[in-house]
């Protein structure tokens, strides 16, 4: 089983819909979870961390579920910008890196 | 700041050749990582550095080696190249195991 797995997408969605989708991870030991952001062919770049509590960062928003070893990551008002990959990333010592979440916000 | 560095952008290399990546960071941080990203699977640690002159293998160490002789470069050689090593290949740097890593621009290889 993969550490850190990932509901590849596509997701596509109309600007100003929203969307969410689910990360799960193998490791119940696991400290800290990150949301990073790659888009084609460039290197990823942090986008949130994800706190126990839930937390928000504008028109994003991330959740943790402890018991049942899942994060995800909801994003409202879709902007065409939002067009990316969203990695999922979970840090037991190292970093364990999702395969990624493809959203494609079309106009 | 120029962040994380990475030279070259790209290699075309024969099997059997072998090369060195670069990678440099500007930021003071302790630890370095080199990745290695294939399509449909996440970005996997191949080896990583938590300071001046230490490394540890990371998840897929096999075929490749590295050296940390100054804090700010990180590099990754490979000895004999294979086809199997067609990737893209990041580099990373952080303060500590918990914080944010802050990635280069990568490096595509293909190995013919």
């Known amino acids: 089983r993969k550490e850190v797995e990932q509901d590849p997408g596509p997701f596509n969605v109309p600007e100003g819909a929203t969307v969410a989708f689910n990360c799960t991870y193998s490791n119940s030991a696991s400290q800290s979870f990150f949301w990073y952001r790659q888009d084609c062919r460039k290197e990823p770049k942090l986008l949130m961390s994800v706190y126990s509590s839930g937390n928000e960062d504008g028109r994003f928003t991330a959740q943790l579920n402890r018991a049942s070893q899942y994060i995800s990551l909801l994003i409202r008002d879709s902007k065409l910008s939002d067009s990316a990959t969203y990695l999922c990333?979970?840090?037991?010592?190292?970093?364990?890196f999702g395969a990624g979440t493809t959203v494609t916000v079309r106009a | 700041n120029a962040g994380v560095t990475q030279t070259p952008k790209f290699r075309v290399l024969k099997t059997g050749q072998s090369m060195t990546l670069l990678c440099a960071q500007d930021?003071?941080?302790?630890?370095m990582y080199w990745y290695r990203q294939d399509p449909g699977m996440g970005l996997r640690l191949i080896h990583y550095?938590?300071?001046?002159?230490?490394?540890a293998k990371g998840e897929v160490p096999d075929g490749y080696n590295v050296s940390r002789l100054k804090k700010q470069n990180f590099l990754l050689g490979l000895e004999s190249a294979a086809p199997s090593q067609t990737s893209v290949y990041f580099c990373a740097s952080s303060e500590g195991t918990y914080n944010e890593q802050f990635f280069g621009p990568g490096t595509r290889l293909t190995v013919l």
């Open positions: 990333v979970v840090n037991d010592y190292k970093l364990s």
């Open positions: 550095s938590v300071g001046e002159g230490t490394t």
């Open positions: 930021m003071n941080h302790e630890y």
